[in-house]
């Protein structure tokens, strides 16, 4: 089993790990019957979570605190206003803007903490901008001692009229004010700003102006609250900003003082702003076509996932988009790292699979179907249809509405596949934020619905739920177009916005394996940018607009 159920005086703790079987989906249930006492819940490495615990968690949040360290089950909560605390989330999430630029203050125990960062920067082509409160009258050591801690960055005390470069760090000199204007470098003799001179506040104001979102800027230890002022300027720019753990200083007045603004992005140790430091500004460089189909077919032989035919493109973008998560010091380690755990294989096979739907999406494809398509097969007397790429089933279960107001729902069976298992588990969840639902009856309307479109969802303040009857009429299966074979035959196959992805030979195969799965005057259904094979002379196309064709023979 999966669950730790603690029970204390006043409250019950119950941690999950990893995935929740029906052993523990019962345990839990019987442990939180009582909606009077209090619950401390964590969801560890898991992104999505039954139907009847999500029903259960809202009926006693009022006195539950939930945890999780996976950003995906946040934002599904969240869609059902179901507030969770996400522990390491902020470094996990996808929205991280691509740095260029980094500012860092400090003063009274601060150098420790700039050293590290320093030692730890992966190589990049980043400017950085440091000002550390330093006595006038005595030389600084500041710029030496950070160079003694990397071989790639160069590190300099800053002069005036000094173009920024790449893959260089710049120290303000005592005494002088450093302003960053128009691509240079400018320091001032002007007045003290918040009783130091140079002052944080000065450069981050600067920095703001002249960077924007390419802009992280951070504060670690030190008195006093100089920088705390620049904040809101570097937020209302679109800038990051990262402020050290105040647990990890002895001096913490600076912290302090920006934290009281509000004007932050995130409080974390040391540790983790490295991480995120690491994750904004380190990308993986350009892999030709021959490292990417090694790296392809050594995932085949270890998960026995095929991607080797999929679009080397999107393989690419989607390997840079999960680059940082990883933190390799090159893609040998990265393949290393991904080969080796099959939990980061799980999160790069997520980040492969797109999944972006809404019922009813294309309303006058499912016009065209209504009206056109489901009265040619009333004729059988038994209706299968296929839903390949069916994501978070919202799909299929247009298709069984559909069925249900032209009298075939109970006659007809959908099979919904998708490559990926954690789709699968949110699309028989079959529960929908408000939000989504209000986009879905516009949708259903404009594709010729003509029925109350809340006759098909049990619907609650903050979401809906798929009824029964829809839901029962689908069969949700894990199934790989690129290695599985034939799973029946179908009068209706529909796969939309999945060959996209696809290079020529595995489109190729796909296409006849649902030639095979069409039974003879079945219907293909494609998305609005995919056509069928020219090879196959076994279709026609139905409809001269819409992707629809019909298998003759």
């Given at each position: 089993?999966?669950?730790?159920?603690?029970?204390?005086?006043?409250?019950?703790?119950?941690?999950?790990?990893?995935?929740?079987?029906?052993?523990?989906?019962?345990?839990?249930?019987?442990?939180?019957?009582?909606?009077?006492?209090?619950?401390?819940?964590?969801?560890?490495?898991?992104?999505?979570?039954?139907?009847?615990?999500?029903?259960?968690?809202?009926?006693?949040?009022?006195?539950?605190?939930?945890?999780?360290?996976?950003?995906?089950?946040?934002?599904?909560?969240?869609?059902?206003?179901?507030?969770?605390?996400?522990?390491?989330?902020?470094?996990?999430?996808?929205?991280?803007?691509?740095?260029?630029?980094?500012?860092?203050?400090?003063?009274?125990?601060?150098?420790?903490?700039?050293?590290?960062?320093?030692?730890?920067?992966?190589?990049?082509?980043?400017?950085?901008?440091?000002?550390?409160?330093?006595?006038?009258?005595?030389?600084?050591?500041?710029?030496?001692?950070?160079?003694?801690?990397?071989?790639?960055?160069?590190?300099?005390?800053?002069?005036?009229?000094?173009?920024?470069?790449?893959?260089?760090?710049?120290?303000?000199?005592?005494?002088?004010?450093?302003?960053?204007?128009?691509?240079?470098?400018?320091?001032?003799?002007?007045?003290?700003?918040?009783?130091?001179?140079?002052?944080?506040?000065?450069?981050?104001?600067?920095?703001?102006?002249?960077?924007?979102?390419?802009?992280?800027?951070?504060?670690?230890?030190?008195?006093?609250?100089?920088?705390?002022?620049?904040?809101?300027?570097?937020?209302?720019?679109?800038?990051?900003?990262?402020?050290?753990?105040?647990?990890?200083?002895?001096?913490?007045?600076?912290?302090?003082?920006?934290?009281?603004?509000?004007?932050?992005?995130?409080?974390?140790?040391?540790?983790?702003?490295?991480?995120?430091?690491?994750k904004a500004i380190s990308t993986c460089k350009e892999l030709d076509n021959k490292q990417i189909d090694l790296f392809l077919k050594d995932i085949y032989n270890i998960y026995g996932y095929d991607y080797t035919n999929y679009h080397k493109s999107h393989i690419l973008r989607r390997i840079n988009h999960f680059y940082n998560l990883v933190q390799p010091k090159d893609f040998n380690e990265l393949k290393k790292i991904i080969l080796a755990d099959k939990t980061i294989f799980k999160k790069l096979f997520l980040d492969i699979s797109i999944n972006v739907t809404t019922l009813f999406r294309d309303s006058k494809t499912f016009k065209k179907v209504k009206e056109n398509l489901l009265p040619k097969l009333d004729s059988f007397a038994e209706l299968k249809i296929w839903c390949a790429g069916c994501s978070t089933g919202e799909e299929p279960y247009s298709l069984a509405i559909l069925l249900n107001e032209a009298g075939l729902l109970d006659r007809s069976i959908i099979y919904a596949t998708d490559i990926n298992k954690i789709v699968l588990k949110k699309a028989k969840n079959g529960i929908y934020s408000k939000n989504s639902y209000n986009l879905f009856t516009k949708h259903y309307y404009q594709s010729g619905g003509e029925e109350s479109f809340s006759n098909y969802f049990d619907i609650n303040d903050d979401f809906v739920i798929v009824k029964d009857f829809i839901k029962e009429k689908v069969l949700f299966y894990e199934h790989n177009l690129a290695m599985d074979s034939i799973i029946n035959q179908f009068q209706l196959i529909f796969c939309r916005n999945v060959l996209i992805y696809f290079d020529k030979e595995l489109k190729t195969k796909v296409f006849k394996l649902f030639d095979e799965s069409l039974e003879n005057y079945g219907f293909l259904v494609l998305g609005d940018s995919e056509m069928i094979d020219n090879d196959l002379i076994n279709f026609k196309k139905f409809d001269s607009k819409i992707k629809i064709y019909q298998k003759t023979k």
């Open positions: 089993m999966n669950i730790v159920v603690l029970k204390l005086k006043k409250l019950i703790k119950i941690f999950i790990e990893e995935s929740m079987s029906i052993k523990d989906v019962k345990v839990f249930l019987e442990e939180t019957e009582n909606k009077n006492i209090l619950y401390e819940i964590s969801f560890m490495n898991i992104m999505v979570i039954p139907l009847n615990v999500i029903k259960r968690i809202y009926e006693i949040q009022e006195n539950t605190k939930l945890f999780t360290n996976e950003i995906s089950l946040k934002h599904y909560l969240l869609d059902f206003n179901i507030k969770i605390g996400c522990e390491d989330c902020f470094l996990n999430t996808k929205q991280i803007n691509k740095i260029n630029y980094i500012g860092i203050g400090g003063s009274a125990g601060s150098l420790e903490k700039i050293s590290n960062i320093i030692k730890e920067l992966p190589p990049s082509d980043i400017s950085i901008f440091i000002v550390v409160h330093q006595t006038k009258d005595k030389k600084s050591l500041l710029y030496k001692i950070l160079q003694s801690q990397t071989n790639y960055y160069k590190v300099i005390e800053a002069v005036s009229d000094q173009r920024v470069m790449p893959k260089t760090i710049y120290t303000a000199p005592p005494g002088k004010h450093m302003i960053v204007a128009g691509g240079y470098i400018f320091l001032t003799d002007g007045k003290k700003k918040n009783f130091a001179k140079p002052s944080i506040s000065v450069l981050f104001n600067s920095l703001a102006n002249e960077y924007n979102q390419e802009l992280l800027c951070l504060l670690v230890c030190g008195y006093g609250k100089d920088g705390s002022d620049s904040l809101e300027n570097l937020k209302n720019n679109n800038a990051t900003i990262l402020l050290e753990d105040p647990k990890e200083c002895e001096a913490t007045p600076m912290i302090d003082n920006a934290s009281q603004s509000g004007n932050y992005n995130a409080i974390l140790p040391l540790k983790d702003i490295n991480k995120y430091i690491y």
